[in-house]
Structures are given as C-alpha cells and as structure tokens.
C-alpha cells in the first residue's frame, strides 16, 4: 500500500520503498516460481566508456572516467513471459500513483544474481523515468552481498543500503534525480541466489 510518506520521500530523496508489496500467497509462490526456473541467461556486461558520459559523476568515491562499468547477472525471457501478468496489476497501478503523467513503456525484467554477480556504479536516467526492484528471497543476510547501495550526486560521503528483504519493492525517480547506485557481488556462502522483478519505464 503506498503511503504519504512512500510518495514524499520519492519526490524529496528519490526513492521510496514498500513492505509487503504482494499478497502474500504470490508472494510465497513467486520465490518457488524462480527457484525452479531453469532457463536463465547469463548477462555479462563490459561498457568501456560508461563513466565518459551517461555514467559520469562529481563524486571523487565513484568510478572516474579511466574506469570501466561492469555487469554479471542473469535474466529469464521465460520468467518475465509468465509472471507478467503479476507486474500487470500490482506493479503498474502503483506506479501510477508516483509517476501522474501517463507511462508509454514499460520494460520488465526477471534477474537472478547468483555468487559473484554484480552491478558496478551506474546512473539510470538514460533509461527511464520510473524504475522499480522488488524482492523475493524469504531469507537474505546483510554480508551475503547483492545489496543495493544508494549514493548521491552532492553528499559524496554517504551510501544509503537497501536489503534485498522479502516482498520489498523499491521505487526510484529517474526522472528527477541522478543518483549513482550500485550492487554489491553476491558472496560465495549466500545460501541461495538473489531474486528480483526489476522493471524500466517511461
């Protein structure tokens, strides 16, 4: 349920996040869904010159432009074909009440960060709007990694970290602000691979 408060701090900070998104049910049913899925495709991203322009910051913490972005995960074309209809009416709706003015795209995507994925900095504003994640890993530890760590473009000292916490869904204005963010590598004794809906719009 989106509260005052979730729609405040997505105008003032950026970002937002939501408990006990989903009904609980989908919720359970979703991490059984993932968790016996087989047909993953693994995504291995190397962007020489990201930090040059799209990914580029003030921040002397953040990768400067000799650096190179780097990406490891893994995505499911046939997970996003049958959970969609789940990101149809709970998803969408919701972001309606952040985003008033009407979103002409939207881009969703099933991940799984297995041990050693990873996303370095980067700056989604090239890509949408609106982005969200939502979680769906009943159990997760703070030092098994895959955190999402958000920084800022004028407080360069300071991270705000987000665990990847069962049926938590984070919101995230694009369109407004240009914060670097980025998640940390999945560690080798995490019990499990971390799941995720994540989804681009505009």
Not at 136 to 159: A, Q
Request: glycine share 4%.
């Amino acid at each position: 349920m989106v509260t005052k408060q979730n729609i405040e701090q997505y105008k003032t900070k950026g970002y937002t996040y939501i408990d006990n998104f989903l009904p609980e049910k989908i919720a359970t049913d979703l991490e059984k869904i993932y968790a016996e899925n087989t047909k993953w495709e693994l995504i291995d991203q190397v962007r020489e010159t990201h930090y040059q322009h799209v990914m580029k910051t003030e921040s002397p913490y953040f990768p400067n432009e000799d650096e190179i972005f780097y990406g490891k995960f893994y995505r499911s074309n046939h997970l996003e074909k049958e959970t969609y209809d789940i990101f149809d009416e709970y998803f969408k709706p919701t972001m309606k009440e952040f985003y008033k003015d009407k979103i002409m795209k939207y881009d969703y995507r099933c991940y799984k960060f297995d041990k050693g994925c990873h996303l370095r900095t980067h700056i989604d504003d090239y890509t949408s709007m609106i982005g969200t994640t939502y979680y769906i890993n009943k159990k997760w530890m703070w030092d098994w990694g895959g955190i999402l760590h958000v920084g800022s473009e004028t407080e360069f000292e300071t991270l705000d970290s987000i665990l990847p916490k069962f049926n938590r869904l984070v919101i995230m204005n694009h369109g407004v602000f240009r914060f670097p963010h980025f998640v940390s590598p999945v560690n080798d004794f995490a019990q499990n691979p971390r799941y995720t809906m994540v989804s681009f719009n505009e």
